[in-house]
């Protein structure tokens, strides 16, 4: 690869062996950047190309990918963020995961789009990027010690506060199939185990620092979107307001909060864990990504019954669901104490809360026993057993150590009737949305390659009555409004169209919490690039990108037969608005079908169909 670009990138990929513990650079040119962009699209290009089929996810073959994007370390709201990717050992599919902080913005300024790590070290090492520079250290000294510990050291070991760490804790050490990475103490990269990835490696962490401010070709588009998102606040004042969760109430209304495993519908301590109860309660402050003016992270602190540091944050809508309503348990310390320990130990707290409603509901229908549980009263509501289970997992003792392997496989282990109470797709738990609300979003659960997935999504809610978003669709010539029950052929296409803007953004790697429509993106993109870009080769771009994945997968053993949902979507809530009202499989069949369809793969298998991929020009 030769000429790089004028805008926007570094033009160079950093590769680390940490087997022979050798670097060395790449450099990128103006067609492979624009084939692929960034994030999500270095990181399926990579996968595709380099990965032999049935790498094992936990050997040193596997490759961990950190992946920057065109507008990383922009000053922009949501510019922030960077994406990481690997197979993944909790689906054993491609796995990638956005997560926000300074982190890639960081490594942006130390002169890198790409980050590929190879091998496995003979013992604990982190890297220590800066400006050019490359240093695989010793972490002996480190591996067993918490997210925040790791920081500190590095930090005063390097002699440089203003660093930052994208690190995992004794949950990636000790192989937890959904173990997370975390950049700094809150900011989480958590689904598909990407911090197992990290920990079979000996990697402990990459810490970066960076002096060189990204080019940008055109600056006044930029700075003019800056001021547009200062001025439209309004659009995201919930998120300004409260972070995450702050529609938890009408979530429980509606039959969209997960209660006790998806299972029931009424929950009357929703109020007791809500965004604003939050606010009014223990919240002492908000945090920002970079660059951004929402400012949508919480910082909690609790000094009894348990101490709860502020340092890590505080809890999101998906942990207070997943830890809270999914689990019966509505005390918000214990929740904010279950997320600061996730957070510390680099756990996925979805995965995480879902395994443990998992395994309350198993418990509770006889097919664990006291006994399986060295003792432990695993019922819905049972706070100090969530807790106590966190610390297990993470450290795969007792019981734990089935339950650190994912609801899917320790179903297959416990047997009997236990595989209907994992909600899963190829072995991801679900995000803490109910299908039965948003058929839209079962799809999307059905089809993603990454399993059941809530952010690469249509949220159907979204996309009634008159908001920015109905407003952009309108320009776009697709008709409205749409029902929430609906699942024929015009949801169908609302969900492609909406699934390939999240993974432009995910290449881009920009925040989805941000308004920005796709015209807004497609000028800021060309503005810092200085390319002539249009709309519509950013979505064939983000099309590539979802059909290179799905090859992965296919190659993987994946089938048609793995897009589907849990028993339990298809059966009614015990309680609430959804007591008569489960998902239809046969539409959800034909749904499907439709997707396959539109995306140019064979409607029966889900293949993409040669002419396809040549269209795509996919390698």
């Known amino acids: ?61 596997n490759k961990l990918i950190f992946a920057l994007g065109p507008l990383t370390g922009i000053p922009l709201p949501g510019s922030g963020r960077n994406c990481i990717g690997a197979k993944s050992p909790l689906t054993e599919g491609i796995a990638k995961s956005e997560v926000g902080g300074f982190w890639g913005a960081e490594l942006k300024r130390a002169g890198y789009d790409v980050v590929i790590v190879e091998g496995k070290a003979a013992k604990p090492v982190y890297l220590w990027i800066h400006d050019g520079e490359v240093g695989i250290k010793d972490a002996g000294h480190l591996w067993g010690k918490n997210i925040k510990e790791t920081q500190q050291t590095i930090r005063t070991e390097l002699g440089d506060n203003l660093l930052r760490v994208a690190a995992i804790g004794p949950a990636g050490e000790n192989l937890v199939r959904y173990a997370c990475i975390m950049n700094g103490l809150f900011d989480v990269a958590g689904r598909g185990g990407l911090g197992a990835v990290m920990g079979a490696k000996n990697l402990k962490a990459v810490a970066v620092r960076g002096h060189q401010a990204p080019p940008i070709s055109n600056s006044q588009p930029v700075t003019e979107l800056r001021k547009w998102m200062a001025a439209n606040l309004h659009l995201v004042k919930d998120f300004c307001e409260y972070g995450t969760g702050a529609a938890m109430e009408a979530f429980e209304a509606a039959g969209n909060l997960p209660v006790r495993n998806f299972r029931d519908g009424v929950f009357p301590g929703i109020k007791k864990i809500s965004a604003p109860t939050i606010k009014d309660t223990i919240r002492i402050g908000m945090d920002a990504c970079f660059a951004c003016t929402v400012r949508c992270k ?17 809890p999101e809508y998906e942990t207070l669901a997943a830890l809270g309503s999914n689990c019966g348990i509505d005390n918000l310390e214990a929740l904010a104490k279950g997320s600061e320990l996730c957070n510390a130990y680099s756990l996925d707290t979805i995965s995480a809360g879902e395994v443990i409603a998992f395994a309350m509901e198993c418990f509770e229908n006889g097919l664990l026993s006291v006994k399986d549980t060295d003792g432990i009263e695993l019922r819905f509501g049972n706070e100090e057993a969530m807790l106590k289970l966190i610390e297990l997992i993470a450290r795969r003792e007792g019981i734990g150590d089935l339950l650190a392997e994912g609801a899917a496989r320790a179903a297959r282990k416990i047997g009997k ?56 669709l309108k320009h776009l010539g697709m008709p409205v409004p749409f029902s929430l029950e609906d699942i024929g052929p015009r949801k169908v296409a609302l969900f492609k169209l909406v699934q390939q803007k999240l993974i432009l953004l995910d290449s881009l790697v920009v925040c989805q919490f941000l308004p920005y429509s796709f015209e807004q993106l497609n000028d800021v993109v060309a503005a810092v690039t200085g390319w002539d870009t249009s709309i519509t080769e950013l979505m064939r771009i983000a099309e590539r990108t979802l059909t290179m994945t799905r090859l992965f997968n296919l190659r993987e053993g994946f089938t048609a037969a793995d897009d589907k949902l849990p028993p339990r979507f298809f059966q009614p809530k015990t309680d609430g608005v959804l007591v008569d009202k489960p998902l239809d499989p046969a539409k959800l069949e034909h749904a499907k079908r439709y997707y396959y369809v539109l995306m140019g793969w064979d409607e029966g298998t889900g293949i993409p169909k040669p002419e396809k991929v040549a269209e795509l020009d996919i390698p």
């Open 1 to 61: 690869m030769a000429e790089q670009a004028n805008g926007g990138y570094s033009g160079k990929i950093l590769r680390v062996n940490l087997s022979n513990k050798s670097t060395s650079v790449e450099t990128t040119d103006n067609s492979f950047l624009r084939k692929y962009l960034g994030g999500a699209g270095f990181v399926t290009y990579f996968l595709w190309k380099e990965l032999g089929q049935g790498t094992d996810p936990l050997g040193p073959d």
């Open 298 to 314: 919480k910082v909690v602190q609790v000094k009894e019954p348990y101490f709860v540091d502020p340092a890590y944050g505080g």
């Open 417 to 472: 009737a236990a595989e209907e109470f994992a909600i899963q797709v190829k072995g991801l738990e679900a995000g803490m949305h109910d299908p039965r609300v948003k058929p839209g979003l079962g799809l999307g659960f059905m089809v993603n390659p990454q399993g059941a997935d809530h952010c690469c999504n249509l949220h159907d809610t979204m996309y009634i009555g008159e908001n920015w978003r109905v407003k952009e």
